[in-house]
T-cell receptor, first 117, second 114 residues
Framework: GAVVSQHPSRVICKSGTSVKIECRSL??????MFWYRQFPKQSLMLMAT?????????EQGVEKDKFLINHASLTLSTLTVTSAHPEDSSFYIC?????????????FGQGTRLTVV | AQSVTQPDIHITVSEGASLELRCNYS??????LFWYVQSPGQGLQLLLK??????LVQGIKGFEAEFKRSQSSFNLRKPSVHWSDAAEYFC????????????FGGGTRVLVKP
């Protein structure tokens, strides 16, 4: 399968600072990328969908001004957690897809563990 | 709205025994169906998927799943569990034309006894 690389794998930041997480598709062009959040011992919840070159679509209840998503190229999407607070501590996972048609599969990154202290 | 239910939060199985993880979904039409495995602190690895065709799907690591439309189920099975199968398993559904915007079940944690 295709490879999606997420960086960093772990990050600790101080409350009030911003953190950027990168999601790269290494061997295919990702027209669509998805960002998920996973709280401890819980399932993954979709935060937003980003299409290359356009604004991200956020799920209900997700603050777009707090979780900035940029999908400027076909191989890179970034999630920036702005003014982070301890309640933003979570596991963030991206997935990337090469299209929106039938049989299109999304591939997941390794995830980023964010801890806000 | 779509939803996925994994009724079992935890399952403990002896090494060498068979394993079955349940997944039921609610969806307006036949969705794409997936099973993923997640080891502690890691991302997701796709075990298998169902898009169409044969309702018994073979995956990696000896796993298989059967799609039953009448029961809205997609249960995962493995005939003989290995200690390395201890992990969290997620069932997910997605629409057929949205590039896999997935809805996940709550997950089932599998513990393997020696």
């Amino acid at each position: 399968g295709a490879v999606v690389s997420q960086h960093p794998s772990r990050v600790i930041c101080k409350s009030g600072t911003s953190v950027k997480i990168e999601c790269r598709s290494l061997d295919f062009q990702a027209t669509t990328m998805f960002w998920y959040r996973q709280f401890p011992k819980q399932s993954l919840m979709l935060m937003a969908t980003s299409n290359e070159g356009s604004k991200a679509t956020y799920e209900q209840g997700v603050e777009k001004d707090k979780f900035l998503i940029n999908h400027a190229s076909l191989t890179l999407s970034t999630l920036t957690v702005t003014s982070a607070h301890p309640e933003d501590s979570s596991f963030y996972i991206c997935s990337a897809s090469g299209g929106t048609g039938r049989d299109t599969e999304a591939f997941f990154g390794q995830g980023t563990r964010l801890t806000v202290v | 709205a779509q939803s996925v239910t994994q009724p079992d939060i935890h399952i403990t199985v002896s090494e060498g025994a068979s394993l079955e993880l349940r997944c039921n979904y609610s969806y307006g039409a036949t969705p794409y169906l997936f099973w993923y495995v997640q080891s502690p602190g890691q991302g997701l690895q796709l075990l298998l998927k169902y898009f169409s065709g044969d309702t018994l799907v073979q995956g990696i690591k000896g796993f298989e799943a059967e799609f039953k439309r009448s029961q809205s189920s997609f249960n995962l099975r493995k005939p003989s569990v290995h200690w390395s199968d201890a992990a969290e398993y997620f069932c997910a559904v997605g629409p057929k034309a949205a590039g896999n915007k997935l809805t996940f079940g709550g997950g089932t944690r599998v513990l393997v006894k020696p």
